[in-house]
């Protein structure tokens, strides 16, 4: 007996061999804005709203620069949640309404179980919208241990109500606690706020940390007031001429103020070091007065809910000191579907998602984006709405897209192109924002040049004219259209003919 005992004490030795002790699991926070377009971000080349906490998270991590979500709320977070297709799990069509009963299905697993089940502790902030008409579908039914925020998809960010199809009605919480005391509180402060005291009260020694920041912003309010935020910052965002865009700046602004106060109490509790943030839009920007709200996605062509890229292709970014290459931009394919197996490989390592494949449809681009390997994702099925008879698929890189989900109204291109001149760039403010000035402690964020050339890199134009290919409008109603994507990111030239 004894030298089983023996053998039993030396093997976790045997197994460590020379090797340092293991790396800890990370953090993992996952910041989702709502409603954010490709051109809403500095990153992507546009000088018009300052987002510098982002920006610098982007400059020293991996600007993902072919990074696909589902064209809108339910199926986009439903996708992340469960790292399958909407279309397997029965919210492929449009968002779930506040008084509709129907939610993701209970049988669907989702991330925090999935983390919890490796040991983590998983917290939301901010916009649900999976379901709610009974509570065990509601977040801290289904992983996580406490929620401040709100279960509908769009609320006002000061009285909370939703308005929507006649009903009306209060939706912020406190875990399922109606929060009337946090009237007047501006939501995007009450995501914000719940999200620091999470990160500042967490014990490393219960396990690591999954927070889910889903923020209300930049998504459109009720019609009384679609565009809420104080007038103190929208009179920052001056230089912008239109009023609504100006506005929706402001909101985006405060925004980015919550991802540096967020990574900022990341430095200040010690985790940062050991945390991966990823930053995502849900789907395209609503622009030009769609959904009441005024996004960009220039110079990509089309809106939130359409298939185009306007609505699909995603700013997005992760961080992490973990990645051994970053300060670059990535060509990788991935979809908001491969997060869950990706996240999965970097909490528990390639035995975690071993199993994993023949049950959803991500795929863990973990070790690509480490290694800046190919990644494994070739093809991305955009949607395939069966009431609509909309779809589009893209194998490599080209796309098929069939139907259209506006009848023509929204398949162009919109929302200003905006300042795009990179001097009228203020580099000074990344450095000096909270986000910069906790990277630079670390010394991960690049000198300015560098910044300069990951921005130049990150930043899509459209092909002048091409004599090949035609307009897609003209036949978009009775035959699919064909884009070579990599080309053609503007999807101005139809070669579904040749
Ligand atoms: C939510 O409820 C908890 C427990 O009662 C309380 O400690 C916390 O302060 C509340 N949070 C907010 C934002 O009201
Ligand atoms: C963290 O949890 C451990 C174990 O429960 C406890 O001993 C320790 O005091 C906690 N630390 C803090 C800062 O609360
Ligand atoms: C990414 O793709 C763009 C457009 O095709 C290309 O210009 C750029 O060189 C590529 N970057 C990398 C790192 O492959
Ligand atoms: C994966 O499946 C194999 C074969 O069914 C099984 O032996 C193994 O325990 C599974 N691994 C995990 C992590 O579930």
């Known amino acids: 007996m004894w030298f ?5 004490l030396l093997l976790p030795n045997m197994i460590a061999g020379e090797d340092e002790k293991p790396p800890a699991q990370p953090n993992i926070i996952f910041i989702l804005a709502d409603d954010l377009g490709f051109n809403d971000v500095g990153f992507h080349g546009s000088a018009d709203i300052p987002t510098p906490n982002i920006d610098a998270l982007a400059y020293s991590g991996i600007i993902l620069n072919r990074y696909y979500v589902a064209p809108i709320c339910t199926p986009s977070r439903s996708a992340l949640m469960t790292g399958k297709y909407p279309i397997h799990t029965g919210m492929q069509h449009t968002v779930l309404y506040a008084a509709e009963p129907r939610g993701l299905p209970l049988e669907e697993k989702i991330l925090p179980q999935y983390l919890n089940e490796l040991g983590y502790a998983s917290h939301i902030a901010g916009k649900w919208h999976l379901g709610h008409w009974k509570l ?77 920041v889903a923020h209300a912003a930049c998504h459109s309010s009720n019609p009384y007031n679609p565009l809420p935020v104080p007038d103190n910052d929208v009179i920052k965002m001056a230089h912008i001429p239109h009023y609504k865009r100006r506005k929706f700046a ?25 945390s991966i943030i990823i930053f995502s839009s849900d789907n395209g920007g609503p622009a030009q007065g769609f959904n009441l709200n005024f996004a960009s996605n220039y110079p990509l062509k089309g809106v939130k809910n359409t298939l ?91 796309k098929l897209v069939k139907g259209t989900n506006y009848r023509g109204s929204w398949d162009g291109w919109y929302g200003p192109a905006g300042e795009r001149n990179p001097r009228l760039y203020d580099w000074q ?41 035609t307009s897609c409008l003209a036949t978009a109603f009775s035959a699919p259209c064909l884009f070579h994507i990599r080309d053609d990111p503007c999807e101005q030239y139809n070669l579904a003919k040749q």
Not at 250 to 274: F, H, P, T, W, Y
């Open 4 to 8: 089983l005992w023996l053998i039993c």
């Open 136 to 212: 065990k579908y509601t977040p801290l039914y289904r992983g996580f241990s406490s929620h401040v925020g709100f279960w509908s998809g769009h609320q006002d960010y000061n009285d909370h109500t939703a308005v929507e199809n006649n009903q009306w009605g209060l939706d912020m919480r406190n875990g399922t606690e109606v929060a009337y005391d946090l009237h007047g509180h501006y939501t995007t402060d009450v995501i914000t706020d719940h999200s620091v005291k999470v990160i500042a009260s967490h014990n490393a020694t219960k396990g690591p940390l999954f927070l889910y």
């Open 250 to 274: 402001a909101m985006v602004s405060k925004m980015d103020d919550s991802v540096g106060q967020i990574v900022d109490q990341l430095r200040k509790s010690n985790m940062l070091e050991n």
């Open 308 to 398: 185009w890229e306007g609505g699909v292709r995603a700013a997005g970014l992760m961080w992490s000191p973990l990645l051994k290459k970053s300060q670059r931009v990535s060509n990788q394919t991935m979809h908001i579907i491969d997060w869950l197996p990706t996240l999965l490989e970097a909490a528990g390592g390639p035995a975690a998602v071993a199993n994993l494949s023949k049950q959803i449809d991500g795929q863990s681009i973990w070790r690509a984006l480490v290694q800046d390997k190919a990644s494994p994702r070739l093809n991305v099925l955009h949607n395939i709405d069966d009431i609509w008879g909309s779809a589009a698929l893209s194998v490599g890189d080209w």
């Open 429 to 469: 403010m990344v450095a000096r924002s909270r986000a910069g000035k906790a990277l630079e402690a670390l010394k991960m964020l690049p000198s300015q040049a560098d910044q300069q050339r990951i921005r130049a890199a990150a930043t899509v134009s459209c092909p002048a004219q091409s004599s090949k290919g």
